[in-house]
């Protein structure tokens, strides 16, 4: 039985009166389809919408397109096309739907290396899942479009941004940033899209250059692979799941940090590799060295070197609130 006789049968158990009025199934039906879904034959013959699953999603809802259309399965409407990122956590490619060719982006996730749970709609989800839906449409954010589980992985549907590459593509396709308007401009967004995150209650965790999107055609930004990413809580996170370019200190000698003061330090390394095309530290000896990191930044700009002391100070006590490093005086003029 399609979702359509199945909304038929619906209203004609419950309408006696359809009962009268109708001398039999297939009359009602053929009249009741054009009265209530005017044009949805050619729709489906088209393939523009597809076979639907879990009927109650529509009928319950107050408007019959108010929830985005959930698809009969991944394979029946998607294509997988070449791979563009893999980790330890999942897979990445780009892929197109089948229905409209359109591009997106695919993300396939081993329930084995899933580290971090959270719930949409009821289900047991990826937190990572999980938090995309919860910010669905927020400025400076990949837009999740739907999900999939299967046995053994669980597959999301992300947009595809035109025109974009990574920041770290971008500086290492373009070289650095230093001393431009354009490098104002990307560190603000980046502070502006971590303090969106912070009024939703959420860390990132893993914010670098590799994790952010460049739109070059209005140089907006999308932050990307929430794998990380964490709930606010009211104490120290106890565990990191980031990667070690942008582990802060206080982990490696006390075990623990505050979300913010770890989210202000990875602006300061995304500033610092805006700045040098390169990372200011590579092992864990380094970060806790320095790697007298500051005798890179001799030629910079002053209140742009003035910005990496405070980020990058040692100390987390030292290094600025987010809001206060929005009101810098070099920023403020972006």
């Known amino acids: ?6 909304i038929d049968e619906h209203w004609l158990h419950s309408s006696p009166w359809l009962k009268e009025k109708t001398s039999s199934y297939a009359s009602f039906d053929a009249s009741f389809r054009d009265y209530a879904y005017p044009g949805i034959d050619h729709l489906i013959s088209s393939n523009a919408i597809g076979n639907m699953l879990d009927i109650s999603d529509y009928y319950s809802s107050s408007s019959f397109y108010s929830k985005p259309l959930r698809r009969k399965g991944f394979s029946r409407d998607y294509e997988t096309l070449s791979c563009i990122g893999i980790g330890g956590f999942g897979r990445v490619c780009e892929g197109r739907r089948k229905y409209d060719n359109a591009s997106v982006v695919i993300k396939f996730l081993p329930k084995p290396a899933i580290l971090n749970w959270g719930s949409f709609e009821g289900k047991r989800v990826p937190y990572e899942i999980e938090i995309l839906w919860r910010l669905r449409g927020v400025p400076g954010v990949i837009k999740i479009l739907e999900h999939f589980e299967e046995k053994d992985r669980f597959i999301f549907i992300m947009e595809k941004i035109p025109s974009s590459i990574t920041l770290f593509e971008y500086v290492m396709e373009n070289g650095p940033l230093a001393n431009t308007e354009l490098l104002k401009h990307i560190i603000v967004e980046i502070i502006r899209i971590n303090i969106t995150l912070q009024m939703y209650g959420v860390w990132h965790r893993d914010c670098k250059p590799e994790n952010i999107l460049f739109c070059m055609n209005d140089r907006s930004l999308r932050f990307i692979d929430f794998g990380s990413a964490a709930p606010m809580q009211s104490g120290d996170f106890g565990e990191f799941q980031g990667t070690l370019e942008i582990m802060v200190p206080e982990w490696i000698i006390q075990r623990r940090y505050s979300g913010e003061a770890a989210c202000v330090w990875t602006i300061g390394i995304c500033l610092y590799f805006l700045l040098f095309q390169q990372y200011p530290f590579r092992s864990k000896s380094e970060i806790m060295n320095g790697r007298n990191w500051l005798s890179f930044v ?12 405070l980020c990058l100070s ?3 006590n030292r290094r600025p609130r987010l809001n206060e490093l929005q009101q810098l005086s070099w920023l403020a003029t972006a």
């Not at 001799?298 to 742009?304: E, I, L, M, R, V």
Request: charged share 25%.
């Open 314 to 316: 040692f100390n987390e």
């Open 298 to 309: 001799s030629s910079t700009d002053k209140q742009a070197m003035h910005t990496l002391k």
């Open 1 to 6: 039985m399609d979702w359509l006789t199945a």
